[in-house]
């Protein structure tokens, strides 16, 4: 059997194959890396002129409150409104110069229509809810509760109390003599028919000898002010300002002003003719 003799290697040339010798080794890669690298400028050159209009569209919006309504993404809050915002009451003593309305009558459980109204105003006479000024004498008026109609102020164990009105001798007690102040003739003050004045002390209404003194004569003078209630009026304090009568457990009393219904309803009293 002829022995088979492996055919030596040829190099390349011997099989009609030439390398190209009229570049550098390695010129394809170069190609390669710098068109990666013109690509990536490119990009960043792009992503710095994007952020850059961005900038400069958030400092516009921040700027102009309602540009930042055509930016999207971006959401406004309007200010609060204080439009309609309440006004704190004005007047001396904490006193409303705003006139309550006088028209509304008292509903069935003593509350007036108008009970949250502003409080009442200091200049009466001219209002129809205050009454007319009294004569210095012989004007005789019993006082009468509005949300409790038939009860009046009577004096009772040295005190003003709100009663129902009895024999002949607590009409008396229940009838008083409105004169002008003893502080302040614009003003009220009540006599009995022994001659004692009704005068607030400790805050309690009692009635006690005139004893000629400087606080007597304030504690003893109420001044009429505009009542919720029509024909009624409320009596301020000459020398507590912002405190009024009121009727608490049936018991006359100097009391803060409330804006409250049942404030308004203890603190309004009709002075009508006198029941002895």
């Given at each position: 059997?002829?022995?088979?003799?492996?055919?030596?290697?040829?190099?390349?040339?011997?099989?009609?194959?030439?390398?190209?010798?009229?570049?550098?080794?390695?010129?394809?890669?170069?190609?390669?890396?710098?068109?990666?690298?013109?690509?990536?400028?490119?990009?960043?050159?792009?992503?710095?002129?994007?952020?850059?209009?961005?900038?400069?569209?958030?400092?516009?919006?921040?700027?102009?409150?309602?540009?930042?309504?055509?930016?999207?993404?971006?959401?406004?809050?309007?200010?609060?409104?204080?439009?309609?915002?309440?006004?704190?009451?004005?007047?001396?003593?904490?006193?409303?110069?705003?006139?309550?309305?006088?028209?509304?009558?008292?509903?069935?459980?003593?509350?007036?229509?108008?009970?949250?109204?502003?409080?009442?105003?200091?200049?009466?006479?001219?209002?129809?809810?205050?009454?007319?000024k009294p004569k210095p004498s012989a004007t005789w008026?019993?006082v009468e509760s509005v949300n409790y109609p038939d009860?009046?102020?009577?004096?009772?164990?040295?005190?003003?109390?709100?009663?129902?009105?009895?024999?002949?001798?607590?009409?008396?007690?229940?009838?008083?003599?409105?004169?002008?102040?003893?502080?302040?003739?614009?003003?009220?003050?009540?006599?009995?028919?022994?001659?004692?004045?009704?005068?607030?002390?400790?805050?309690?209404?009692?009635?006690?000898?005139?004893?000629?003194?400087?606080?007597?004569?304030?504690?003893?003078?109420?001044?009429?002010?505009?009542?919720?209630?029509?024909?009624?009026?409320?009596?301020?304090?000459?020398?507590?300002?912002?405190?009024f009568l009121r009727h608490q457990n049936f018991q006359?009393?100097?009391?803060?002003?409330?804006?409250?219904?049942?404030?308004?309803?203890?603190?309004?009293?009709?002075?009508?003719?006198?029941?002895?």
């Amino acid at each position: 059997m002829p022995e088979t003799t492996p055919e030596p290697s040829r190099e390349p040339w011997e099989n009609g194959w030439a390398p190209d010798t009229s570049r550098a080794p390695g010129t394809r890669r170069l190609w390669l890396a710098g068109g990666l690298a013109i690509a990536t400028v490119i990009t960043c050159v792009m992503a710095m002129a994007v952020m850059d209009t961005g900038a400069d569209r958030g400092a516009k919006a921040s700027q102009d409150p309602s540009s930042a309504q055509t930016v999207p993404g971006l959401i406004s809050f309007a200010s609060p409104s204080v439009k309609n915002a309440p006004a704190p009451p004005g007047g001396k003593s904490g006193m409303s110069s705003t006139h309550p309305s006088t028209s509304a009558e008292p509903q069935e459980n003593g509350s007036p229509s108008a009970a949250d109204s502003a409080k009442p105003s200091k200049s009466s006479g001219s209002h129809a809810g205050s009454p007319s000024k009294p004569k210095p004498s012989a004007t005789w008026r019993s006082v009468e509760s509005v949300n409790y109609p038939d009860r009046y102020w009577h004096v009772s164990g040295g005190y003003v109390k709100l009663d129902p009105l009895g024999g002949s001798e607590s009409r008396q007690d229940s009838t008083f003599k409105v004169v002008k102040g003893l502080a302040d003739d614009s003003c009220y003050s009540f006599a009995t028919h022994d001659g004692t004045y009704l005068r607030h002390r400790n805050f309690l209404l009692r009635d006690e000898p005139n004893d000629g003194s400087a606080l007597f004569r304030q504690d003893a003078t109420f001044c009429p002010r505009a009542s919720a209630y029509s024909g009624a009026v409320m009596l301020e304090s000459v020398n507590y300002p912002g405190r009024f009568l009121r009727h608490q457990n049936f018991q006359l009393k100097l009391d803060p002003f409330q804006n409250s219904s049942l404030y308004l309803a203890d603190s309004a009293f009709r002075l009508v003719g006198g029941v002895a």
